[in-house]
């Protein structure tokens, strides 16, 4: 009887937020019966089954010729009909590259359906659960980029500022290129935005802390007060879980600690390759002033943290287009070659001719007694070697994509 009444209760919310809905609002959503779900998870077949989380079990499917996630609700779940439908309005009625795409919904069983995201979650990559390899620290920043950009677009959202609430590496999804998408809208709130308040003011609601201890923000803790800086704390944590790949909780007493006493090198993941020390420093001060206690000293997302993230994400070169598909083997570009030596370069530096080459290759053919280019047989004006830094760091995302 619960369970009828619920179901009757979401069917006419649906209804009157489909009327109060604007006309020309885009629903990009299906809606399927029970059977096609049974028969995508062959039953619900647990050989199937990738996920488990506070709302139920996630299957992996094939629906209408289309690889599909699976999100069915269970019984004892601690989230209900309200969080399956407020998942349903958020996700239907938006799209974002990094937002993930809800194909459609079963009413009748509480199933959602999402595109199927074959990397799984940030968590399990930073964890690198399955033996899988560790993400560079090129794509990190480009993930963090990457969920600056949907918050801000989420936040920025007319006319509710949509506040995720549960921002969290389990709830960020990856797909075949590692680009990432944010899951996981069950407990998200819609705020209205007053009209005539200033750009700055700080819109919150009153509401029952909900989440994951270690990414919520201690104002909503103390005050039950969300707001968009609630997000913005859970984004520092995030992004210090990616400099460091330790654990959230404590983590910025850590890191605080470490800038301190001038040891952060010591705490950054050493699994990401060679971090560039100036922009790790630069990222782990903006990741604190994120995690600042009173959210007012918080920085603003779209004035301060892009202005930060996106040009140290196009300075990181190479990102993943180099990666033609998981099943390929690519081709290197010819730039990564050595003409020396003729294999992709683990060290490449310039010299004085312009052209990029292995340091150990040409330091062999200037140690030879040659005084003249590889490349062009003119005299060379020195000897000295310059590093490829942005080269190196391009070089080592296609090696690791491999």
Known sequence: MERDNALKEAEELRKSRTEASSSSMPQFF???CFSEIEEATQNFNQDLKIGEGGYGSIYKGFLRHTQVAIKVLHS???QGPAEFQQEVDVLSNMRHPNLVTLIGACPEAWTLIYEYLPNGSLEDRLC?????PPLSWQTRIRIATELCSVLIFLHSSKPHSIVHGDLKPANILLDANFVSKLSDFGICRLLSQNEGASINATICC???PKGTFAYMDPEFLSLGELSPKSDVYSFGIILLRLLTGRPALGITKEVQYALDKGNLKILLDPLAGDWPFVQAEQLAHLALRC?????????????EVWRVLEPMKASCGGSSC???????????PPYFICPIFQEVMR??????????????????WLDSGHETSPMTNLQ??????????????????WLQQQ
Do not use: W
Not at 128 to 132: F, K, Q, V
Not at 383 to 391: D, F, G, Q, Y
């Open 30 to 32: 299906s809606d399927f």
């Open 76 to 78: 004892n779940s601690l």
């Open 128 to 132: 690198c659960r399955g033996n899988s």
């Open 206 to 208: 009153r509401t029952d």
């Open 291 to 303: 995690c600042e206690m009173n959210r007012k000293s918080r920085p603003d997302l779209a004035s």
């Open 322 to 332: 180099f990666r033609l598909g998981s099943e390929e083997h690519c081709q290197p």
């Open 347 to 364: 060290d490449p530096h310039v010299a004085a001719d312009g052209y990029t080459y292995e340091a150990e290759a040409l330091r062999g």
């Open 380 to 397: 060379l004006a020195h000897s000295n070697l310059v590093p490829n830094h942005a080269l190196r760091s391009a070089i080592q995302e």
